[in-house]
């Protein structure tokens, strides 16, 4: 897949993470990673390159907030898209995830409407 978008999936549940791949694949060619926790999704970003990270907000270790804002202190990481996917459906979570500098904000149960009219313009 050489022209397949690099996309990160940070979810503690590994269940979540297949859904988003599964669902990221409909769209178009990827090719992802997974981590469970916002530090190993941080360990990844070292070593590699990606161009789209969907992340939930409550996770062990490091939350999805707590990863928002140290992925945007790191340049090669400013103008990577970074979509939350959480249970979180309060206005407040979600300005606060689109403050903290967040692409995008979807909410689980994900709805296949939203899911591709978020995720489709940023992988184009």
Do not use: H, W
Request: net charge negative; glycine share 8%.
């Amino acid at each position: 897949m050489a022209d397949a978008k690099k996309v990160l999936i940070v979810d503690d549940s590994a269940v979540v993470r297949q859904v988003l791949k599964f669902g990221l694949g409909r769209i178009l060619p990827v090719a992802t990673q997974e981590a469970a926790d916002g530090q190993q999704a941080l360990e990844l970003a070292e070593r590699d390159r990606f161009d789209l990270i969907l992340c939930d907000i409550n996770m062990p270790v490091l939350d999805g907030l707590a990863f928002l804002a140290r992925i945007r202190e790191r340049p090669a990481y400013g103008s990577v898209p970074v979509v939350m996917v959480t249970t979180e459906g309060d206005l407040a979570s979600r300005d606060a995830a689109l403050a903290g500098g967040a692409s995008g904000y979807l909410t689980k149960p994900l709805q296949t409407g939203s899911f591709r009219a978020v995720l489709e313009p940023l992988l184009r």
